[in-house]
């Protein structure tokens, strides 16, 4: 089209009326045919996206008999239907002062926490935020993550104001939050099977990741016991708990996504421990990794999963979470625009560039309301850099948004149900109404509104009559406190407390 342009003005100069007539109609000509591809291509993504309802119930019950398949063995499925050895969830009773740190993926949180008991519950609670440098998760050393981290919590230790009790001679506490698919040997104990997310240090895969934060906080020269190691779905469900009793299960939609829910014990065949005396342990499925011929992957899908840090793993998080979706998004433009040209006779270099748009910028565009899609105009200048983008192509921009993220929010909440189904709360039971509160929290489902109501949506589809009695609830925060709260029960001084 570069060089049309370039004839067409030497016409407009010999003879300047007839000249733009015919830059006019052959760019008409030449649109018409490139609007055609485009349509074409998103039609035929819209259509390898699609997840009807027939469909998403076939992934809730292959979700169901993966569960199955995963509590039975180890290596028995995709899930690692991971043992967590937490069987007892918070009442309530939990006091004292506990921290929690939280290693997730996109940002890495330090937090206090002063319990009250049953009356008084939450007294004080303070939050840090602290971003994870990139060099700190790929290619260096589980040394400089793990000094990184404890650095961090000696310098957030150092500001406990007096509203924080210690009682003298105490240790101070901490439950570690850590989102990673570990193998736990007991509450606080574990090791790292694989990294996920974008993380990358090989020296950790296999490591004891306590022991590693131990020696790194002995070199900070910080004096902390951790009492609880769990994953971020684990602290949510512990979290949720603590809020509300009727929360059987907690899913993670941010960076990545996971789920956790409360088995009975006995429903464990790989348990070979002693049966715990509530009768329950939860169990962190690390369903990322859950795949199946019933999901609907596309070639974009592919080549993602090709190009990624863990090809061929974590495909169902990869088509649902917030690392992922703008990454699917600029794939599908990428294409757009090289095989039919979306803007014009040029394609934007900055599309080239794996992970410039991020989820974050895609649901600012796909919640736009104006009428000429401003914000959209904005992002595709100030990321892509297409200064003049027509209302055409922003339509298109929002159309894809919408395909990507219907898709994971569907089969999302495919997956709760899956859940349910494997505890027997799928369906409607006459005259006993149980009530099951999934407890939610990640900033993929708290921010992205669209994708947050779509999952909704979806549960009552698939649900029927039982939907009234299920609840998807935001847990905001939840896995820290969580944490802390399971640190406040496996603490040194529980013993000493009740006596
Ligand atoms: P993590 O999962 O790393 O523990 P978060 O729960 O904060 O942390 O999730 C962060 C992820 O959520 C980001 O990687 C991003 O993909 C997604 N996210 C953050 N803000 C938004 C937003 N406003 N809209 C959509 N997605 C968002
Ligand atoms: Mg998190």
Redesign the pocket.
Known sequence: MGKLVVGATVVCTAAVVCGVTVLLMKHRVKNSGEWGKVEALLKDFEEKCATPVEKLKQVADAMTVEMQAGLASEGGSKLKMLISYVDNLPTGDEKGLFYAL?L????FRVMRVQLGGKEKRIVKHEVKEVSIPQNVMTGSSSEVLFDFIATALAEFVATEGDDFHLPPGRQRELGFTF?FPVKQLSIASGTLIKWT?GFSIEDVVGQDVVGELAKAMERAGLDVRVAALVN?TVGTLAGGRYNNPDVIAAV?????TNAAYVERAHAIPKWHGLLPKSGEMVINMEWGNFRSSHLPVTEYDQNLDIESLNPGEQIYEKII???Y??EILRRVLCRMAEEASLFGDYVPSKLKVPFVL???D???MHHDESADLKVVGNKLKDILEVPNSTLKMRKIVVELCDIITSRGARLSAAGIVGILKKLGRDTFKDGEKQRSVIAV????F???TK?RNCLKETMKELLGDAADSTVIELSNDGSGVGAALLAASHSQYTDLEES
Do not use: C, Q, V, W
Request: overall charge negative; charged content about 20%; hydrophobic content about 30%.
């Open positions: 939280d997730g993926g996109t940002n989102s997310k971020d993670i939609l941010g960076t990545g979470s917030g690392m979706l703008g991020r989820t974050p895609m649901a600012a929290d990640g900033a993929l708290e921010h992205y994708f």
